[in-house]
């Protein structure tokens, strides 16, 4: 396919909530495809989303789930799933989506936090109501405990209640990711997150020849904002309901793809595939690969380029503010390459010290967001108020500084600052140094006890191939001749055949690799 680089993007329709866009759409593309099933082809059109999701709405209300009725639900990234969340914006349920992939100890604690009345899960699928039945029987005595329903497909007779617009209500319930101890329930509005949606099809520019993708879980949060966007744009999604890389490459191939979606470990992917094929072009359709949720090596953009003739097109953004900064399918090979985009129109961002001064263009601090996309607060009080200052900034918890062409660059996470003897080492710029070594396939850098110096700089490589990892030796002479401070060098290595990843985004999850090493 010859790819089209001059349409103009198309015009985002808006409403005040997620089931009145949907409306909306339908009204305006009744017979235009919306979601495609990337392992089977099946199709659906706008018209008969909202169609599907209205039978649907009627059996769920049925089974007596209705305005207020607290839903988790469990399922894999389907044409359902979707129907499921906009069947339940019908209804004005307040939803608690859960990663599908998650077990029954992570279950269990988003049951309780989010005090569900209702849990669902895949038709026919024993392990997923196992797993929901363990869930239940752990929660504590004085819990309620909530009904587990298998979702049907069919249509219910129930008469729907007449829909009421939710205004700033919330009605989404979504729990980061797992890499602290006890996940935080984040609480948003359809407003919040459409409020993502509408920036990320503005920064992509999109238009009406593109085709989407959603190749991630869809309980994530960026299922329902990419949902949202392209219901927006009124442009056909890509579902995948697992990332096998050949399988992936053959549906985006199939419906001529132009936007892939997903994070590092998904780009990374897609360039394995294409070395494995050889010189034919793996995906001809595919320009843009959009994503963020982990740190983008900046050696990745020119892989991309090179090699998938595509380009990535990266942005900032977490479970508690999605889209907050974005890059443009326009942007220069620099900004997209050393930066992670502009923040959303409406947005204020803060770059602070330690003291909570507020730092000048440039200098490095912690980011804190307060805006339209922002949440409002967690479900735990206690966490409210630790995360969130008098005046309303989130403190992101991420470290950063604000560029003079202002865009935002993400350096790294607080807690990945190491002290080594005083000094502040950042583990993200030693990553991004040793992730252009041949043997390094990825690569978590981490603070560890040290009597001596505090804390030791150590670096876990995933190797390229674990029966040839890289060496001590090697690593110091890679880094010495990137002109790294000796500072800053890891006094320790170690290699893992597979890092430890969340479920999500495939992020690393650096606790488990403190506590797996400090452990010895």
């Not at 595919?286 to 990535?312: H, M």
Request: charged letters at 20%; hydrophobic letters at 40%; a negative charge.
């Amino acid at each position: 396919m010859e790819k089209n680089h001059c349409q103009e993007p198309v015009q985002l329709i808006q409403a005040p909530s997620l089931w009145s866009l949907l409306e909306s759409r339908a009204d305006l593309s009744p017979k235009a495809v919306f979601l495609i099933q990337g392992e089977t082809d099946r199709v659906i059109t706008f018209g008969e989303c909202r169609r599907q999701a209205l039978d649907l709405a009627a059996w769920l209300y049925s089974q007596g789930i209705g305005p207020g009725t607290v839903v988790a639900w469990q399922l894999p990234t389907r044409i359902e799933s979707v129907l499921l969340q906009f069947a339940l914006a019908r209804l004005g349920a307040i939803q608690a989506p859960v990663i599908h992939l998650y077990g029954e100890k992570e279950l269990a604690q988003v049951l309780t936090q989010a005090g569900a009345d209702f849990v669902i899960v895949p038709p026919g699928d024993e392990e997923h109501r196992t797993r929901a039945q363990l869930a239940v029987a752990s929660l504590p005595e004085t819990a309620v405990p909530p009904r587990i329903l298998a979702l049907e497909t069919g249509g219910g007779e129930s008469q729907l209640p007449p829909f009421a617009e939710p205004g700033e209500a919330v009605h989404w319930y979504y729990f980061t990711s797992g890499t602290t101890s006890r996940p935080k329930g984040a609480r948003h509005t359809d407003q919040t997150l459409m409020a993502g949606a509408r920036y990320l099809g503005t920064a992509l520019e999109v238009r009406a020849v593109d085709v989407g993708t959603i190749g991630y879980p869809i309980g994530h949060i960026g299922g329902i904002i990419y949902s949202a966007m392209a219901i927006m744009a009124g442009i056909p999604v890509v579902l995948i309901e697992r990332y096998v890389p050949a399988r992936v490459a053959a549906a985006f191939r199939r419906h001529r793809v132009t936007l892939g979606g997903g994070s590092t470990a998904h780009y990374q992917m897609l360039l394995a595939e294409q070395a494995r094929v050889g010189n034919e072009p793996l995906i001809p359709s595919l320009e843009i690969l959009a994503g963020g949720g982990a740190a983008k090596p900046a050696d990745l953009f020119g892989e991309v380029r090179n090699r998938l003739d595509a380009t990535i097109v990266h942005a900032y953004g977490m479970t508690e503010a999605p889209i907050s900064a974005h890059n443009s399918r326009y942007g220069t090979d620099e900004q997209l390459t050393h930066s992670d985009g502009i923040p959303m129109p409406g947005l204020e961002v803060r770059i602070v010290d330690g003291q909570g001064r507020v730092l000048a263009t440039g200098e490095s601090g912690e980011i804190l967001l307060r805006g339209p996309n922002v949440c409002k607060g967690y479900l735990d009080p206690e966490q409210t108020a630790a995360a969130f200052d008098e005046e309303g900034f989130l403190h992101t918890g991420d470290v950063g500084h604000l560029r003079e062409d202002g865009h935002l660059c993400v350096t790294g996470r607080i807690k990945d600052i190491i002290i080594r003897k005083g000094e502040n080492i950042s583990a993200r710029e030693i990553e991004e140094s040793l992730l252009d070594h041949p043997k390094v396939g990825d690569v978590a850098v981490i603070g560890l006890p040290d009597p001596e110096r505090g804390e030791m700089v150590c670096a876990v490589v995933e190797p390229v191939d674990i029966n040839d990892p890289l060496t001590f030796g090697e690593m110091l002479d890679h880094l010495s001749a990137r002109k790294l401070m000796r500072q800053k060098i890891p006094e320790r290595l170690e290699n893992l055949e597979r890092l430890p990843r969340n479920e999500g985004l495939q992020k690393v999850v650096k606790t488990r690799l403190r506590d797996r090493f400090m452990a010895g």
